[in-house]
């Protein structure tokens, strides 16, 4: 076993231990699909909206939401151990930074797929028709495991530098703002005013549409190019912020 | 004198480490130079904010210096810093162990960081837990471990992969008497080992009772350095304790005067260096006597390292924390 996924193992198995820190992070985007395709079922009635079950609009948006969880709750559990001072230990232990920040990937990742899987069955429960190939199938799981990447880089980066519960508090608002400020809620064509252009050059839109794949008609191998070069440009960028801020810690 | 042997496992030239900047500057470390020679038993003293911890924390790489430099078994601890982590154990001040971990999980876990074989992760856990009395208590989640448990659980984290250079961080502040002498018995059979121990106390006794050398540091800087029973005798006289009603402090001081140098001591209590060593205490009694100054005190102490701490900076270190 690697350091990396010895300290992955020990992060799964902290879920079993302390559930309270993930499942409320599983229970939100699970309530968000039951309730947003309920309360929004009219809007499939809008002229030009691209399908008849509301579900299936807001499901790959639940799962987008649960994988960024999934990512963020290694930041929050990272700023647990800079406080109670284990990451001292791990940090003079002689593995590499890059394993050391591998680990909590490592985790995030198999959280994710368990969000992904668990809002999944609920949508389909829930009357959600997946549409066209498996590739879109394909699609839902990359941009979760893609969101969970980078939200694994932020919420890491964060937690270095403020060591505190402001990164928690930043994390989530950061998550919420990037997310709700994409065609999350309606297409981008039925936007008007700055929310339609913030929404257009929202990196997080082409993440969305990855995810939107098998349950949307209308998306294609365009849109899973261009949104896994958005997934994979964050990804980097967020591991670069990862990896400054923990190096940040010997200052 | 410290040892100026080349190749002692731990070295450090001007080490300085600072915080904040402008008036808010700090020095907490302001310039220490140590030398460890192989297999001492280094104590490290001071009171609480003197610059121990930072002090550790920039040897075992956790902190870099601001300036200065320093080696641990050989390794720079700024560009070869990986290289002195496989090299030192730590067990810093506060015990940090995930407490939803068992023992025997937080053991493994240490020795796959420590890259040792997955054959030999398991047997090695096992022996360090059976070392350090926690057997019984291996699968039980730390956070259900007393202190005292956590203590040497700490312990047989640090020594996972069987360092040559051992650093503790107060490794027994808070433990009640017994957890604290096991504590001592394991170090003692460790630096028997072979293992070079730098322990940083703020506990007189312990410092006494553990190390080969001592470095006494206040305000970031090593005023005194040197083994307990020199720096001990370079104090020189005994001292004798004595307290008189308040009243007539002013004129028992007088008295004292005429016997030798006044000596820091507790608030109430006034204190002297017996120049001419102990045979002296009857004729200073005689003397306060014939002022009428009625002794309600009297004790005669043999020169202790709180002694040498008090000449060295002009207070007392124990009963300061």
Avoid: C
């Avoid at chain 1, 930074?97 to 429960?125: C, D, S």
């Avoid at chain 2, 902190?63 to 990986?82: C, K, N, Q, Y």
């Amino acid at each position: 076993m690697s350091a990396s996924t010895g300290l992955a193992t020990r992060s799964l198995r902290n879920i079993r231990r302390l559930p309270s820190a993930f499942i409320p992070a599983l229970l939100m985007p699970v309530f968000q699909v039951v309730s947003f395709s309920g309360t929004y079922a009219g809007v499939t009635q809008m002229p030009g909206f691209p399908t008849d079950r509301s579900v299936n609009w807001y499901l790959p948006m639940a799962v987008t939401m649960g994988a960024s969880f999934a990512g963020l709750g290694t930041g929050f559990s990272m700023i647990r151990d800079l406080q109670t001072g284990f990451y001292d230990r791990l940090r003079m232990a002689p593995t590499t930074r890059r394993q050391l920040l591998l680990g909590p990937y490592l985790a995030a990742w198999a959280r994710a797929l368990i969000a992904v899987v668990l809002v999944t069955l609920v949508g389909l429960a829930l009357g959600a028709r997946p549409v066209g190939s498996g590739l879109g199938m394909f699609g839902l799981v990359l941009a979760g495991v893609g969101m969970a990447t980078i939200g694994t880089g932020w919420g890491l980066g964060l937690a270095y530098r403020f060591k505190d519960m402001r990164a928690a508090a930043i994390m989530q608002l950061t998550l919420f703002l990037g997310l709700f400020l994409t065609d999350a809620q309606t297409p981008i064509e039925v936007m008007q005013g700055w929310l339609q252009t913030v929404a257009r050059w929202n990196p997080l839109t082409r993440v969305l549409h990855v995810a939107r794949m098998g349950f949307i008609d209308g998306l294609g191998g365009r849109d899973l190019l261009i949104g896994t070069l958005v997934m994979a440009g964050l990804a980097g960028i967020t591991w670069m912020f990862a990896l400054s801020g923990l190096s940040s810690l010997d200052d | 004198m410290p040892p100026q042997s080349s190749n002692a496992p731990i070295v450090a030239r001007n080490l300085v480490r600072t915080f904040g900047s402008g008036e808010r500057l700090i020095r907490a470390v302001d310039g220490v130079d140590l030398e460890v020679a192989a297999g001492e038993v280094f104590g490290f003293l001071g009171p609480n904010g003197a610059g121990k911890s930072t002090t550790v924390r920039m040897l075992t790489t956790l902190l870099r210096p601001t300036s200065g430099s320093a080696t641990v078994a050989g390794f720079d601890i700024v560009s070869e810093a990986d290289s002195v982590r496989r090299s030192i154990g730590v067990a810093l001040q506060d015990a940090a162990i995930d407490p939803l971990m068992t023992g025997m999980e937080l053991l493994k876990l240490q020795a796959v960081l420590y890259g040792i074989a997955r054959g030999e992760q398991h047997q090695r856990a096992g022996d360090l837990l059976e070392r350090v009395g926690l057997s019984a208590a291996a699968d039980r989640r730390v956070g259900t471990y007393s202190g005292g448990m956590r203590r040497r659980l700490d312990l047989a984290l640090a020594l996972i992969h069987e360092p040559t250079v051992l650093f503790l961080d107060e490794p027994t502040t808070g433990l009640d008497p017994m957890s604290r002498l096991a504590l001592w018995d394991e170090i003692r059979r460790l630096n028997n080992d072979g293992t070079t121990v730098l322990l940083t106390t703020q506990y007189l006794e312990e410092a006494d009772q553990l190390a080969d050398r001592v470095a006494i540091i206040d305000n970031g800087r090593i005023v005194r350095d040197g083994r307990p029973d020199e720096l001990k005798s370079e104090v020189g006289a005994p001292t004798l304790l004595i307290t008189v009603a308040e009243h007539a402090t002013s004129a028992a001081e007088t008295v004292l005067a005429q016997f030798g140098e006044s000596r820091p001591t507790a608030e109430g209590t006034l204190g002297v260096g017996l120049r001419d060593g102990a045979g002296e205490v009857s004729a200073v009694v005689r003397a306060l006597d014939a002022l009428g100054i009625n002794v309600e005190h009297l004790e005669l102490r043999a020169p202790s390292l709180d002694d040498v701490f008090a000449e060295a900076t002009g207070h007392r270190l124990e009963g300061a924390s």
